[in-house]
């Protein structure tokens, strides 16, 4: 992969991604492979009787 551009980030749609995929080919007819990038984010919760339990979780997204 050579071409360095990117599609716009969003956050669960495909439709942006899809359609400037499409008008960059369109463009560049040469360019057919694309690389995805994505990020996942989980949460843990402690068990029972674990002493972290009883730790609030952070507020509106804060990182403790």
Known sequence: MTCHQE??????STTVQQDW????TGRHPG???FKLTAE???????ADGNPYAEIPPPANGEQH
Request: aromatic share 10%.
């Open 31 to 33: 360019h057919r492979g």
């Open 7 to 12: 599609s716009p980030v969003t956050d669960n």
């Open 21 to 24: 995929a499409l008008a960059h």
């Open 40 to 46: 996942t984010y989980w949460r843990t919760v402690p």
